[in-house]
């Protein structure tokens, strides 16, 4: 089931006030993408990545409009989505350089062994295969939606974080200046209920629950 930014938008409407739709969808667009960055806790499938030879970086595509945000140490695997899938270890370009002077270049005749997300956020395999693998780059990752987004393919944030996601979004809109509607000293509140909320969902993510404790609503009339 997707969920429309719109439907984020409806849920909150009585706490906008006079804010224009496209206005609040955008800053309900960068409160979503700031949580799903900050927690970590929305993980998709990526499609499967065919190895190609003396390629180094890969695109990641997901179904739905996501980018990712980090690959999941625990599912990073090269093979065929069997029981005999090679699981491969997510490392980073910091620990690379400091393990191995040679590593971007360093090629291989057999399997990819290491893998991970490069700041342009594309897979980075290490070391470079000299041949195309018949086995596919298999990986989850945490991801958040893209600017364009329209929508949420997971209802994970809409039904376990609706309040937290409104807390940030009326935070970002009172924050906004030369509106009618700007209060900094309000906007800070609800940005501590924010952040509060990141780390709550952080934490429930850690111990494997989902959040069934909203927040209290506060009315708020912009």
């Not at 945000?69 to 270890?89: C, F, N, R």
């Not at 039904?159 to 996601?165: A, G, K, Q, S, W």
């Amino acid at each position: 089931m997707t969920t429309t930014f719109e439907t984020f938008r409806a849920y909150m409407h009585t706490d906008l006030g006079s804010v224009p739709k496209p206005v609040a969808i955008k800053a309900i667009i960068e409160t979503v993408r700031e949580f799903c960055r900050t927690t970590e806790i929305l993980k998709v499938q990526a499609s499967n990545i065919t190895v190609l030879l003396n390629t180094a970086e890969f695109t990641i595509s997901f179904t739905g409009d996501y980018e990712p945000v980090s690959i999941d140490e625990q599912d990073a695997y090269l093979g065929d989505g069997s029981d005999t899938d090679s699981k491969l270890t997510v490392t980073s370009k910091r620990q690379l350089d400091q393990g191995e002077s040679n590593w971007q270049v360093l090629t291989t005749a057999s399997d990819i062994t290491h893998v991970f997300l490069t700041q342009s956020g594309k897979a980075r395999v290490y070391p470079i295969v000299e041949t195309t693998l018949t086995d596919y780059l298999r990986l989850k990752c945490s991801v958040m939606p893209t600017r364009s987004a329209t929508q949420m393919v997971d209802d994970l944030i809409y039904n376990d974080y609706i309040e937290v996601i409104r807390d940030g979004t009326i935070a970002r809109i009172l924050d906004m200046r030369n509106t009618d509607w700007y209060d900094p000293v309000l906007s800070r509140e609800y940005r501590r209920k924010f952040i509060i909320g990141m780390a709550d969902a952080r934490t429930l993510d850690s111990q494997g629950k989902n959040n069934h404790e909203m927040y209290a609503k506060v009315d708020l009339i912009l």
